[in-house]
């Protein structure tokens, strides 16, 4: 069974930096991308950024790139996700997920993780 867990979430202030990470079981690391996502209330799940089983290369949000950084360590079966400057806006659940395409959609993923709050306060 494919699991993906969160860690790292919680209450920061504006300009802080935090980093997230997603441990997952080994069979998802050597074959999928992952990808973290964000949902605020009250909006729909958003795509923050995804990166291929290599690593090789990855893609953020626009609104994102500049703060947000995505990297793998396959060795640890674990994605991260920092971030950096963070904003009252940036507060949300943010999921990991798995699957096999590297798509800016939900739908593009298998497999989620059960989301970490961040909550960013000014």
């Known amino acids: 069974q494919v699991q993906l867990e969160e860690t790292g979430g919680g209450l920061v202030q504006v300009g802080d930096s935090l980093r997230l990470s997603c441990a997952g079981s080994?069979?998802?690391?050597?074959?999928?991308?992952m990808g973290w996502f964000r949902q605020a209330p009250g909006k729909e799940r958003e795509f923050v950024a995804s990166?291929?089983?290599?690593?090789?290369?990855?893609n953020v949000a626009d609104s994102l790139r500049g703060r947000f950084t995505i990297s793998r360590d396959n060795a640890k079966n674990t994605v991260y996700l920092q971030m950096s400057n963070l904003k009252p806006e940036d507060t949300a659940v943010y999921y990991c997920?798995?699957?096999?395409?590297?798509?800016?959609?939900?739908?593009?993923?298998?497999?989620w993780g059960q989301g970490t709050q961040v909550t960013v306060s000014s």
């Open positions: 990166i291929p089983w290599r690593g090789t290369s990855t």
């Open positions: 080994g069979s998802i690391f050597s074959t999928h991308v």
């Open positions: 997920a798995a699957g096999f395409r590297a798509g800016p959609y939900s739908r593009d993923y298998n497999y």
